[in-house]
């Protein structure tokens, strides 16, 4: 993947935001949320964006893959402050989408994110369901 575009993402206006605590397990040696546990927390608010988006309902039989997920770390995450993310759609294919993710903390960027999935049929990609693209198009991030 490419670098990602954090002035992007910046600018966004998300239209699904969440909090997501760290735990204090996700803590370092050096006492910040390690950068393994953000992955975790990125998984998180891919699933509540997902639900919140009614994707399982719309899936039509088909389902969801994660192909890639590029982060890159703009600072320090602490514990406990919950962190804040955007989550949006970057860019919409036949079989693909692209999520970008913002992650905040106390108003400051901790992390930037691009998550692809692909729609997948029995053994291989296949198209976006048009109610999916349909929910899928109303979150893009212009």
Known sequence: MARIDRARLDAAEFKFVT?????????????????????????????RFQTAARVPQLLEGRRILVAAVSIEYAGETMFPDPIEIGV??????????????????GGRATFY??????????DEPTPIPAGMREVYEGLRIP
Do not use: F, W
Request: glycine share 8%; charged share 20%; with cysteine.
């Open 88 to 105: 949006g759609i970057l860019t919409l294919g036949r079989t693909s989408v692209t999520l970008g993710h913002r992650g905040r903390q």
């Open 19 to 47: 909090e997501v605590p760290p735990r204090y397990t996700d803590l370092d040696p050096q006492k910040h949320v390690n950068n393994a546990a953000l992955a975790a927390i990125l998984q998180e608010s891919r699933l």
């Open 113 to 122: 994110a691009e998550t692809v999935l692909v729609c997948m049929g029995k």
